[in-house]
């Protein structure tokens, strides 16, 4: 008998954010590191919505990296029904773009705590550039610095909670804070650790340490009373696109 391991690499969804890449046949530049360029930002992204508005207005400032953009969008896009909620937490938020795309497009959602140890130097930028096409995002955001064992889960509840690529054992630490708040979450992990996971040996063994420490991360929801959905974002942005997303039944 023959069956197919998951694929963290399966993206046969497609992007679904920006829906217009699906037919571009080179997507090499989707992965790139270098700040999106007004040229590139006009190609692709012409349109009157207000995601490719999005795209135009950052590029004029250089203020992020193609891959990053497409990258936090694309995870917002899969996760946005699940994590609906009046107040959502972006821990580990570095430049904070996931959140936001809460505070832009979910009316529903009047408070977006942002959460990093450090202050990255591209988020007051990116905050400035995004209220000139979406000032209603002022009253909602606030970044605190700090650590996320630092942070008082009891004063965030009931929110939701987001990260997006918090490194190794740190997203353990979103979805423990997470189950102490009852909040609903996603994450999507990268940089696992080989030697700290908890997960079964057996299975790190048979899948690899990066399937076996989500397998074990999802039996960690289950058992705390989530229902756990996998998706991910498009391979070529990043191959690290694996999309954990947990509904609390509590
Ligand atoms: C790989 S970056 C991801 C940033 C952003 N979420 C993204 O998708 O681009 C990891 C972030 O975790 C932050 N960080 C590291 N340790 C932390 C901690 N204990 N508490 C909160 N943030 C932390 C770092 O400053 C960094 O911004």
Known sequence: MTWTTPSPSD???????FRQLNTVEDLSWVASKTFITPGLAERFFQSDRLGDKLVRILALEKVLPVKEILESCEFFERIRKDLRSESVID????????????AIF?????QVVLIDSIESPSHRLLLKQVALIAPWIQDKVQFRKGTIDSFEPSAAAPSSIVSSHACGLL?????????????????????????????SKALQ??????????????????????S?????????????????VGRSQS
């Open 228 to 244: 756990v959905r996998w998706t991910s974002i498009p391979n070529p942005i990043t191959p690290m696109n694996r999309v954990l």
């Open 106 to 110: 979910e009316r529903g959602t009047k």
């Open 11 to 17: 993206s046969s969804s497609g992007f679904k954010f």
């Open 91 to 102: 821990l580990c938020c570095g430049h904070g773009l996931v959140g936001l795309l809460f």
């Open 171 to 199: 997203t353990d630490q979103c979805l423990e804070t997470a189950i102490a708040i009852k909040g609903n979450v996603a994450v999507m992990p990268c940089c696992y650790p080989k030697s700290k996971g908890q997960a």
């Open 205 to 226: 063994f048979a899948l690899g340490h990066e399937l076996a420490l989500d397998i074990d991360r999802t039996y960690r929801l289950e058992q705390s009373n989530y």
